[in-house]
Every structure is written in structure tokens, then in C-alpha cells.
């Protein structure tokens, strides 16, 4: 069994640390999100983000703003090898042919010849006959070409992980689900980290509650810093990345902003003792989610 990877220094040009990929590439623990970004504020709120220094930027076909994502990636003047780029596949692109299709257009949008990581969306186990590994060989497709650095699943539960590694030749090298103080999803983190798959926290502020949780206050008032900051802080201190999404400047340098204080392990297990499993999930269930 690979134990999970450890975390090493970024490169120069960024203060963020990073995890090492099952590829040997790195990638920046911390990153800026844009879902429910509309397309016509995703170029400014990209453009933003990278003046205060994210260099992970994390984007859907289903979020509509690829195409603005890459506009603002192009103009800020930014070595393409200094950025690290998600995107993943649309529940409407599972067919084969619609995959593959669907990550060209992906590239020509975000202007780029590659990105760094390529996700399945959603398994739809309720969809296309149950084969929740369907678009997959479309991902293996594009990192064999270098069209993807990385490839993975988002929102795959342990089942949907367990069929597309009976039929892949390259096996996922990041899962990417909703995970936060409320619905930690530790098992799912243990057996990810335990093949040696990176996992990335999607809403690591539980879409807003992390900001008005009685204990994250207390314990962001006890170290100076906003409950945000202590949410992220502790999704960092147990191996997640996490990309969190703001329009405001000042909370995107807040967010940016969890190297320069630590949680003790008391406040941790404060923090650990807010889970609520399944009751604090936030968004829709791997199981039932089935929209086109």
C-alpha cells in the first residue's frame, strides 16, 4: 500500500506548499475556486486572485467560465509553467466521443495546449447503464497525448473508485470531493491517501457555514485570524487541498494568508468534534446526483 505523499516546498516564485502527484509533479495545496463564478465575473475574479498569488486555479465545463478562466490566465503575463490548472468533464460528456471532444474544447477555452488536472465530474452510477467508468479512457486518452498532466475523479465514492480501477491501464492520481469541518469524509480521504491518490476538498468552507461556526470564531478570535482562515487551516493540516471561492479581494488575501499561524492539537480536536457525517453534507449525494 503507498502511504500518501508528503508535503515539499513550492516552487520559488510561490509561497504555497505543495503535494506531490502519483506523476511526480507537484501541486499547490492551496488554490482559488470558481464555481457559481458567472462567466462575466470569472475573468476579473481570476485576474484578482492571481495578484495576490494563487497560481491553482480550479474550473468545470459545467461551470460555464472556462473560457473566461482562460482569458484571465493568458493576460496576467504568468509562465504557463508556473500555474497549475484544473478543468473536468461535464455529466452530459460520458459518451466516449463526447469526452474526448469535450476536453479539446475544454483546452481551446482555457488557451491552453495542456492542463495540469482532469477530473470526471460526477460518477451518475444512475446513468448511462451504471458505468461509472465510462468517460475514463477519453482521460487516459489525453494524458498519454500530454493533453493532462494528472487525471482523477471528483465526487466518486469508494464503489465508483473501485470499478474504474478494474478497467484502467492508468489509475486515478486525484480524488476531489466535498469535504469540511462538518462532513470531514475521513474514511474516504484514509482509503484515497492509502493508493497513493491525492485528495482535494471541494466547499472547505461548507458553502459559507465555516464563517459562522461558534467555534471556528472562537478559536479564529484565541489566533488572530477569521474563522475561514481555521477552517482552511485544519483541511491543510490533514493532507486536503483545497481551492476555497471569493469575489472579494480582501478574503481571497485572507484565504491566501494560513502559513503564518498553526492550530494546536486541542483546537483541532475542537474542530474535529464539529462533524456531522452525512447530516453535513452540503451538496448533492455521488449516489442520486443524475442531472444532465
Known sequence: MNTPH??????????????????GTPIPVLGFGTYKVAPEDAYDAVSRALEVGYRHIDTAQMYGN?????????ASGIAREDLFVTTKVDNSNHEPERAAASIERSLVDLR?????????????????????????PALEDAFTAGRA??????????????????VATVAPHVLQVE?????????????AQGLGIV???????????????????????????SPAQVALR??????????????????????????????????????????????????S????????
Not at 472556462?66 to 493568458?74: D, K, T
Open 199 to 225: 485528495f482535494e476538498a471541494w466547499s472547505p468552507l461548507a458553502r459559507g457555514r465555516a464563517v459562522t461556526e461558534a467555534t471556528l470564531i472562537e478559536i479564529g478570535t484565541q489566533l488572530g485570524v
Open 285 to 292: 449525494h455521488p449516489a442520486t446526483m443524475d442531472r444532465l
Open 6 to 23: 508528503p508535503a515539499g516546498p513550492a516552487p520559488a516564485s510561490s509561497p504555497i506548499p505543495t503535494l506531490t502527484l502519483p506523476t
Open 149 to 166: 498532466r494528472a487525471i482523477g475523479l471528483s465526487n466518486y465514492e469508494r464503489e465508483h473508485i473501485e470499478a474504474v480501477r478494474d
Open 234 to 283: 485544519w483541511a491543510l493540516d490533514r493532507g486536503h487541498v483545497v481551492f476555497p471561492k471569493t469575489l472579494s479581494p480582501a478574503r481571497m488575501a485572507t484565504n491566501f494568508d494560513l502559513f503564518s499561524f498553526s492550530l494546536s492539537p486541542e483546537q483541532s480536536a475542537r474542530i474535529d468534534a464539529l462533524d456531522e457525517g452525512e447530516a453535513g453534507r452540503t451538496g
Open 179 to 191: 469535504a469540511h469541518p462538518f462532513l470531514p469524509n475521513a474514511a474516504l480521504r484514509d482509503y
Open 66 to 74: 472556462e473560457a473566461e478562466v482562460g482569458a484571465a490566465l493568458e
Open 112 to 136: 491552453t495546449d495542456y492542463v495540469d488536472l482532469l477530473l470526471v465530474h460526477w460518477p451518475l452510477p444512475t446513468l448511462y447503464g451504471g458505468d461509472v467508468a465510462l468517460p475514463w
